[in-house]
């Protein structure tokens, strides 16, 4: 229902944005910017967000010609939604339309 939603949203806008033979580029520092992280002893702030959003990024190049060109185009339009661009959005994403 949201992914229709969302298909819907995007066609009425214009936003429709023609997807490549791979996965999207995105800023990780960007993304992770804001991420609410705490430092942790050792390891630099928001260090989680972009590991997360690193493997992420790998499973997205490894897997992306698996996922149906229709999830591809509706889950990367989406993920800009309120905020950066995310893979683990995209990712998230994919999945669950996979799981239907």
Request: charged fraction near 20%.
């Amino acid at each position: 229902m949201i992914i229709a939603g969302l298909v819907a949203l995007t066609l009425s806008s214009g936003l429709l944005v023609p997807i490549a033979d791979g996965p999207p580029r995105f800023d990780i520092e960007q993304t992770c910017r804001n991420a609410g992280e705490p430092a942790v002893a050792g390891r630099p702030p928001n260090q989680a967000c972009r590991d997360d959003e690193r493997k992420a990024e790998t499973t997205l190049q490894q897997r992306w010609s698996q996922y149906p060109a229709a999830s591809r185009v509706t889950c990367v339009e989406s993920t800009g939604l309120g905020g950066p661009p995310s893979y683990v959005q995209v990712l998230t994403c994919l999945e669950m339309a996979a799981s239907k």
